[in-house]
């Protein structure tokens, strides 16, 4: 335990979060490579006060993997086909696993070539996506990606879901400071936050979602129960998560997000579907100031009056855990401690 002088208000470091993360996931049918892979994505997300991405998730985690619908052991297949695309079948394993065997013939594929394509199939994504973008933005490319997933969302004018939440993300270096990180769904809510609300028995904003009868509503607990959350924007929110539908889920060979069916599986939360990342050389054929460019771009922002540049806060909220640990309830630790100590 990183801070022992108040045992209400624990707090462990990254190292600890991550171990015992790991072996919830190794007690639950995940092989101890793709459990450090998930470990590490799921304890940075805690670190990073990205809450619904965190812990949170763990019970999901587990679920999933016992009922069977998610396989933790699986080794993707990966092949590239021509000078700079890469297709991965993640064989029904989840993304950050795959993505993570590929990351070597990513990163030679970029400096041979100054771009990789990455097409994800077959891939359960249940995280963030910032983690799948900043690495290759810290070793000065650009990277963007997009995941479709569960049918949860209506399109503009519609009344049932077709589509997921459906993120996307970039990450871009910038010259004498953390990379400029954008990640946020398509619809208005991550539904990860709408469940955050039920939760806490909070009402979403108005418009958030609608409910089983297509009528809108601001009750968590009527989105999630056979409800659905609106596209952000309207009808150009709707455009972009149909954009998305078409890159992650038919790019890729992937599932449509509304292709999903648990039928068979209780309590399995993991959607199946797909994701395509880009990954690019912004100074290949020469340029040589584009991270300079893009600290003058930030810069503008600011003096523009943008209170704070994308991705800065998680950032500030890392540096503050590794510092003085991450803060977790003592009844969460206590139960991933349980989760942890539990046979498969």
Not at 34 to 54: F, K, M, Q, W
Not at 139 to 161: D, E, F, K, S, W
Not at 198 to 207: D, E, Q, T
Not at 292 to 304: E, G, I
């Amino acid at each position: 335990m990183t801070d022992k002088a108040d045992p209400q208000d624990p707090r462990v470091s990254f190292q600890e979060l991550k171990l015992l993360l790991k072996a919830i996931l190794i007690n639950n049918r995940t092989s101890s490579e793709t459990a450090d892979i998930l470990a590490e994505n799921c304890a940075g997300c805690e670190r990073d006060n990205a809450l619904s991405h965190g812990i949170f998730r763990m019970p999901g985690y587990v679920d999933s993997l016992r009922s069977g619908w998610v396989d933790g052991r699986a080794v993707p297949d990966i092949a590239q086909f021509g000078p700079s695309f890469i297709r991965i079948d993640a064989r029904n394993g989840f993304a950050q696993r795959a993505l993570a065997s590929a990351d070597q013939l990513i990163r030679r594929t970029v400096r041979e070539t100054g771009i990789a394509i990455v097409a994800i199939r077959n891939s359960h994504h249940f995280s963030a996506l910032w983690p799948d973008v900043e690495p290759f933005a810290l070793a000065g490319y650009m990277a963007i990606t997009a995941v479709n997933g569960l049918a949860n969302v209506v399109p503009h004018g519609g009344r049932l879901a077709v589509y997921g939440t459906n993120p996307i993300a970039f990450a871009v270096p910038v010259h004498d400071a953390q990379p400029l990180v954008v990640d946020q769904a398509t619809s208005v809510m991550a539904n990860g936050e709408v469940r955050l609300h039920a939760l806490a028995n909070k009402p979403v904003p108005s418009g958030t979602g609608v409910d089983r009868d297509g009528n809108p509503t601001i009750d968590p607990h009527a989105i999630l129960a056979g409800g659905a959350l609106n596209t952000f924007g309207g009808y150009k929110g709707s455009s972009i998560a149909l954009f998305v539908e078409i890159l992650a889920g038919a790019v890729t060979g992937g599932q449509f997000s509304f292709e999903n069916d648990f039928t068979g599986f209780p309590g399995a939360q993991t959607p199946k579907a797909g994701q395509l990342l880009i990954v690019i050389d912004p100074n290949c054929g020469g340029l040589t100031n584009f991270e300079s460019r893009l600290a003058l771009l930030c810069a503008q922002l600011v003096d523009a009056g943008q209170d704070r540049l994308p991705g800065a806060r998680r950032f500030a909220n890392r540096a503050a855990a590794d510092q003085s640990g991450i803060p977790i309830a003592l009844g969460e630790l206590q139960r991933l401690r349980t989760l942890a100590g539990e046979g498969s």
